[in-house]
């Protein structure tokens, strides 16, 4: 009995430390539309149990509710997120019935998996317990996790929608990647969900378009490849990606659709079908049990993905960088305010830290942040679209408040929030952020804090244009996240990219002429265009219609007036844009002009120090390289390439070792990683001698119990 109880343990202990399995819990938070209430999910076999609990709905004589493909994009303006979820989750084509909502009212097994209401009647307020056993799933191949609810008007319109997302103790556990695709043909990114390291579903959302419009849909090839995908990806150059493909699996496998266990890991196409691609968004969502990893040592992060035709035509790569989740922050002299956005299919969580004294108002302001910001009633709440104005008799919810105010929003605990965007064209970063108590205003900046990222060891990025002798100046900055130890295993000549985020741009100028406009130009004065899309100069037209903030791609990357960037509202957010790598804007030169030629004149973009590397380069104490030395960044110098053919005479090597570009040799580049490998490698062995440790005094403990 002894020995069977050990035996038992032990394989508890096994379990837990290789991984739970499969997710057996979600949910969907709502707050919004005059709605207030979650429903959550947990399964048990083949049934699931769902719990409807509402506190505020606006019709309570019952309001349809179905599973739908797509997760919510909470950068987006509340009115229309719900409208870019796709269909009812209809994996078996049920909706081809005849005569589908009779049929489904008398009979539920022959309705839509994601028919919520159709199989157990109408939401309503109150709490609710349903089990089904009709088809809905939590884990692999037909999974509903980081899909969306939509709640439906009594006239059968969208009301409200949010994510499904799984149950787990902090939100911070779902590791996130992302291959973003920004070249001349395809534009979009795949988005990569894994909830921890004890689960073995992976969730995968697609949303690819063409970047040049006017080629037909078509279904293509998509697989992993064991190399990143290098700068040259984003004017279409695969080469660097190679041709072995990822797999960690033996033998001529069958691969069957509904196991990826069955399959080798790069077999998406087999796995998940044709993806899709035209000129409007072509969404699709997967799920897969005991497949691609995101974590641990055949992790996927920093391979590739590879994008071709039936016929084996390569059309488009990209590096798979894992997400860093922003981190947003205002600190004043006895207060503070924190939010988290995980991702842009999570609403953001807020909270206040440090108690609050007598404060009558609290927000995120339009007007950019600098040190001498005049702070009083003048400000204006940040709001770039309306709010939610309920009718007579319907419950206020979060979207009745300006994006910015926060009055009443703000606790001492995480709340979720569905309308604070920290990334995407509507994202709050860079603004000024103010209190106010009594009579007294106080101002702070919005600002990304890298410092909390920890492990994924964020850095920002800053650069700035003056223009002389007007007193007017422009900056940059951009979070830069990588996985150092990842990087330092390659070559100082082919370093995969930085994942980087957005930038954001800030323009002090007072007095300036408020028709001015901006964009960047190259060293020669040309419109700064890297990746080749359908310039302004080759068809206005067309690249009217096309370019736009939500479809940056589709936009030359320096047309900082086509992006509605608007500056002259002191604060823009640029989604294409790099400060550092091949295609960085440093060292490039920012124009402002009029449409009328009153005022034409340029600033060079001049790279500042960025934040956290300072002044440690060579000197450096091995102690202290992991926090101060930036690995070498390869980049080139500023020389303007034509055309792709053009491309490989382009520039020579030079180096970043601190934030700047130094025009430090190779040799002082790779002896800089080097003193990052040894601290690297030492740090991976402490890590795995404590978790051996660990493990052998849990056994010697249960030893000793019997």
Known sequence: MVQLRLVVLLLALVQYTLGAGHIKK?????????????????????????????????????????VHDWPVEYTQDPSLRCGEVGG??????????PNYATVCMNNSSKCEVGDLSGK??????????????????????????????????????????????????????????????????VGGSIWFFQPSSAARDTYIHSDLFFTNSGSEETNYDWSIYKSPAGSDARRGVCTGVGETRFTTRTGDLTCDATDASTCHEYELTNKHGYLPIGNGRNRRSFSEYDGIKLYGENRITNLSIRIETVSGMVIACASIKKVSFIRATADFSTYGIQAIEYSPFLPT?????????????????????????????????????????????????????????????????????????????????????????????????WQDDFSYRGEDRSFIYRA????????????????????VYEIITDTPTNLPDFDTGEVTIFEYCPGGN???????????????????????????????RDCSPF???????????????????????????????????????????????????TAEIVPLYSERFSVCISSCEVANARTYIVPAIHTLVDVTCESPEEDSACGANEYQVDGRVTG???????????????????????????????????LLSLLYMY
């Open 664 to 698: 430090g040799s190779a040799s002082e580049a790779e002896q800089n990683l080097a003193t990052l490998s040894r601290v690297f490698s030492a740090g991976y062995q402490l890590r795995a001698t404590f978790l051996f440790t660990s493990l052998s005094l849990v």
């Open 514 to 544: 408020p028709s001015r406009k901006y964009r960047i130009q190259t060293t020669d004065m040309t419109r700064y265009n890297p990746y080749w899309v359908k310039s302004a100069a080759m068809n206005l037209t067309e690249y009217d």
């Open 26 to 66: 979600a949910y969907a938070h709502f707050n919004g539309r005059g709605v207030v209430g979650r429903i959550s999910f947990e399964e048990d076999g083949d049934q699931v149990q769902i719990t409807t609990s509402f506190t505020s709905l606006p019709d309570n004589t019952g309001l349809g509710y179905h």
């Open 88 to 97: 009812h989750y209809d994996p078996y084509d049920k909706q081809s019935t």
């Open 120 to 185: 157990h009647g109408k939401l309503m307020t109150g709490n609710s317990i349903f089990s089904d056993t009709l088809g809905l799933s939590l884990s692999n191949f037909h999974s509903i996790v980081f899909r969306s609810i939509v709640i439906h008007n009594t006239d059968s319109s969208r009301l409200t929608c949010a994510t499904i997302l799984p149950e787990t103790d902090s939100a911070s556990d779902v590791i996130i990647a992302r291959a973003r695709f920004n070249g001349p043909t």
């Open 349 to 445: 969580h807020i909270k206040y830290t440090r108690s609050p004294v007598d404060i009558t108002r609290q927000s995120i302001n339009t007007e950019g942040y600098y040190s001498g910001r005049v702070c009083n009633s003048s400000l204006q709440v940040y709001s770039p679209y309306p709010p939610f104005a309920p009718a007579v008799g319907v419950n206020y919810t979060q979207d009745i408040y300006e994006v910015g105010n926060l009055t009443d929003v703000l606790s001492d605990t995480w709340v979720w929030h569905n309308t604070l965007p920290l990334s995407g064209p509507y994202s709050t970063i860079g603004r000024t952020a103010s209190i106010k108590y009594g009579e007294s205003w106080e101002c702070s900046e």
């Open 464 to 483: 700035r244009a003056v223009f002389e002798p007007s007193p007017c100046w422009v900056s940059f900055s951009q979070r830069v996240s990588s996985d």
């Open 551 to 601: 479809r940056p791609e589709r936009c030359e990357v320096g047309d900082l007036d086509r992006l509605d960037l608007e500056l002259t509202r002191w604060t823009g957010i640029h989604t294409n844009l790099e400060l550092l790598g091949r295609y960085r804007t440093t060292g490039r030169f920012l124009q402002m002009y009029t449409d009328g030629g009153g005022m034409d004149t």
